[in-house]
């Protein structure tokens, strides 16, 4: 069983700049896709990043051009880049494998992200 570990969340204004990651257990990593989400206060969780195999990514409209996720298979790691916080980017971010509307593992601890002045 992958177990998912987020991290580098905290405290940014807004337009400042945060990385995220995620470590995953197990020797699979390499071979799954794997997803950023984030669930606001009295929100549905939503991905908001993803990023395939063979790197190709696509984004949530709401972040695209401000957030870039990435992937290091040598480290089981995925990473979020974020960059010109808005308040609204506040979240629990979480990741993990996206399977159509569901997700493959369960689900880590979350990493708490808040843009606040």
């Known amino acids: 069983q992958v177990q998912l570990v987020e991290s580098g969340g905290g405290l940014v204004q807004p337009g400042g700049s945060l990385r995220l990651s995620c470590a995953a257990s197990?020797?699979?990593?390499?071979?799954?896709?794997m997803g950023w989400y984030r669930q606001a206060p009295g929100k549905q969780r939503e991905l908001v990043a993803q990023i395939t195999t063979g790197g190709s990514t696509t984004y949530a409209d709401s972040v695209k051009g401000r957030f870039t996720i990435s992937r290091d298979n040598a480290k089981n790691t995925v990473y979020l880049q974020m960059n010109s916080l808005k308040p609204e980017d506040t979240a629990v971010y979480y990741c993990n494998t996206p399977v159509l509307s569901r997700v493959l593992f369960p689900w880590g601890q979350g990493t708490q992200v808040t843009v606040s002045s």
């Open positions: 197990g020797s699979i990593f390499s071979i799954l896709s």
